[in-house]
């Protein structure tokens, strides 16, 4: 059986989940595949579609394979009833799941129906019995290092008592000036401790949750917004310039209906950049905004969410604020917060390493976007986006910033990119964003393009129009050190992305063309296409560049370089034209990186079957096992990636751009936001290595 951890904690409003959360992502930054089982689903699942939200967040993750219903242990009202019968049906749930060999994240009950010591010596019953070690979370709210000390040796002793074991101790919700105080008191339990900081934004309910209290209707806005979280309330009884002065960063303004002019000033407040982002405005005492207000709202396209209720201010309000927030699967910064918190206070590695979970020598497509962002987050870098006002682009942005997967520069009109975070409720505060009419790198940058480029009849007020263009001024600041990489080509082509940084940035020194890789994440490896995406038929000469810098950059992402130059030939089996070009571009690489595994020409299938490479050529190193494929041709290349990724379900990540010698990189118009998270993210590990390879 794999191995297992429970996660139990001695009290309610601990946090349980974002631990839950981060142990399920280390996991599955180690292995293919990861069981989750939970003893006893809460109480109040039937207010949740039937659900236990925390269950239903973590099977919802891209490791989890088995369904809901399969990891669910018993009900509270099965434990009320006979608790030995329970425990016996949770032993045999459990071993359903563990005979699969996956680990097993097991998270322990929530409080919510039992007393605390009752329920705690169960949970280390269920420990004992499925012979899990516990994984104890503290809720260090309002909590002083030793208090929090002497409720770890409390639950130590429990634990023994019921012959479970502690394996290691995370005190959440700390305050930040205790932290290193915390992990010292802690230390002494004898097991690894280590302490979260209090994050305001994950106990925050959403637009929704609150609509919910006060059973209000959505009179206008988008739904989308509902799952925006609320940081706090604003009771908008006083004159309208009051109320601006107190209005904050995801406020939600709760006013009478019959005040529309603070209505209309909470929403130019809102599309403002001189004031906070709110999350939403609740209409209380059961009027109707006048229809003059409804047709302005309407005109100017706000998509804030306006909810109304019948309640009065004082009913509405009191119910608001007895609302607290969930992490649940349908918030996904909530989500990207409590996965950064996790990575940046605890050491998932020792942890899964004292597990004793081995490292899976399979790589899934989730394992491989692990490690490309878990690399850039070790490395920081600044990388600019020159369509910043493109709805993707902001939404990965959000994603970026909240993971710190680099830093980003914008560009755009500030106003504008404003007004469409605001519209999309993003948050991108942490993100420079930068105008290309700025004047002075505009002019910066004029002298530069025209130093390097007036031996091209490029004059100097040529230079100043060109820079102009988002590409080229994203180009410059790349050239200049004003930012380590580039990623475009969401809404514009691959020649005005690629272009400028082929006038500027040039190619490294022996390589004489630009090209392309997409990592291909099969079930359980990662391959290397080139080039699929940039050279339309590129000599032999080019071919041999293409695979040397494909090889380079497949080595500079974790994948061992096994290169087959593909053909529709093996060997000495065909001629023509095609097959010599091949043959010759295998020359050229065994010539210049003689330290390189390379077969050619070869066809696919002698390259990646062992059984048909036993046949057409038993003697190569290359032959069965090749992870560098490349194609002789764009048009091969282009329609083989895609029949690979969408007859064989592959994640397609690139394209990669390779030869530059500041990275660079392009974006298919059809990117979604998960691909423009994982190019940013290579483009970062590119620039670490120094270059665009």
Do not use: W
């Amino acid at each position: 059986m794999g191995s297992s951890v429970y996660i139990a904690s001695v009290e309610g409003f601990t946090g349980k989940s974002t631990v839950a959360l981060g142990v399920l992502q280390q996991l599955s930054r180690r292995v293919e595949r990861v069981s989750v089982f939970r003893p006893i689903v809460r109480p109040d699942a039937a207010l949740h579609g039937g659900r236990d939200y925390v269950l239903d967040l973590l099977t919802s993750h891209d490791a989890v394979t088995l369904s809901y219903d399969d990891c669910v242990g018993v009900t509270y009202d099965e434990v009320h009833k006979d608790p030995d019968a329970a425990l016996d049906r949770i032993v045999q749930r459990y071993r359903d799941i563990a005979e699969r060999g996956d680990p097993v994240l097991i998270l322990g009950s929530d409080y919510t129906d039992v007393g605390t010591p009752t329920e705690f010596s169960y949970n280390a019953r269920i420990a004992a019995n499925l012979g899990a070690p516990v994984l104890l979370v503290l809720n260090g709210s309002g909590q002083d290092p030793v208090n929090l000390r002497t409720l770890a040796d409390l639950a130590g002793t429990e634990l023994a008592a019921n012959h479970g074991s502690l394996f290691a101790v995370i005190a959440n919700r700390v305050q930040k000036d205790q932290l290193a105080q915390t992990v010292t008191a802690l230390a002494g339990v004898g097991v690894p401790a280590y302490a979260i900081p209090e994050e305001p934004l994950l106990s925050a309910p959403s637009v929704a949750d609150l609509m919910t209290a006060v059973d209000g209707q959505l009179l206008s806005g988008d739904p989308g917004l509902l799952a925006r979280e609320v940081s706090g309330l604003v009771i908008a009884g006083m004159t309208m310039p009051n109320v601006l002065d107190r209005l904050f960063e995801g406020a939600l303004v709760v006013t009478a209906a019959d005040r529309p002019e603070v209505v209309v000033g909470v929403l130019m407040a809102h599309a403002s950049q001189n004031f906070p982002q709110i999350s939403a405005i609740v209409l209380n005492g059961g009027f109707a905004l006048p229809d003059q207000i409804l047709r302005l709202i309407e005109g100017i396209g706000s998509t804030t969410p306006i909810i109304e209720t019948g309640l009065g201010t004082y009913a509405a309000s009191t119910a608001l604020t007895a609302v607290r927030g969930r992490l649940t699967k349908n918030t996904p910064r909530k989500v990207d917060t409590a996965l950064a918190l996790f990575d940046q206070y605890v050491d998932g590695p020792a942890l899964l390493d004292r597990l004793a979970v081995a490292r899976s020598t399979a790589v899934t497509p989730l394992m491989f976007e692990h490690q490309l962002i878990d690399e850039a987050v070790a490395h920081r870098k600044h990388i600019v986006l020159p369509e910043g006002d493109e709805e993707r682009i902001l939404r990965a942005a959000d994603v970026l910033l909240r993971r710190g997967v680099a830093q980003l520069t914008l560009l755009g009109d500030p106003v504008t990119i404003s007004a469409k975070a605001a519209s999309l409720g993003v948050d991108i505060s942490a993100a420079r964003v930068l105008s290309t009419d700025d004047e002075e790198l505009g002019e910066r940058f004029a002298a530069e393009y025209h130093r390097l480029r007036s031996h091209r009849g490029v004059d100097l007020e040529r230079a100043r129009e060109m820079v102009k263009d988002v590409s080229y001024f994203g180009t410059m600041m790349v050239q200049l050190g004003l930012a380590d990489g580039m990623v475009s080509g969401a809404v514009h082509t691959t020649a005005h992305t690629i272009r400028p940084a082929l006038e500027v940035v040039k190619t490294l020194p022996g390589v004489s063309v630009v090209s392309s890789v997409f990592f291909m994440c099969l079930e359980n490896q990662v391959l290397v296409y080139g080039d699929c995406a940039v050279n339309p038929d590129p000599t032999a000469e080019q071919l041999a560049d293409i695979a040397i810098s494909s090889a380079a950059t497949a080595a500079a992402f974790g994948v061992e370089p096994r290169v087959a130059m593909l053909s529709y030939s093996t060997g000495t089996s065909g001629t023509g034209s095609d097959v010599e070009k091949v043959s010759k571009a295998t020359t050229i690489v065994r010539e210049r990186a003689p330290e390189l595994l390379v077969e050619g020409p070869i066809q696919y299938d002698a390259a990646i079957d062992a059984a048909v490479a036993k046949t057409k050529l038993p003697d190569s190193p290359v032959a069965g096992r090749a992870t560098v494929f490349i194609f002789p041709d764009l048009n091969t290349g282009n329609n083989t990636y895609k029949a690979v990724q969408r007859s064989a379900n592959a994640v397609a990540v690139g394209p990669v751009l390779q030869g530059l010698k500041k990275p660079v990189n392009d974006l298919s118009r059809g990117a979604t936001v998960r691909d423009i998270v994982n190019t940013v993210a290579i483009t970062a590990i590119q620039a670490q290595q120094g270059r665009g390879r």
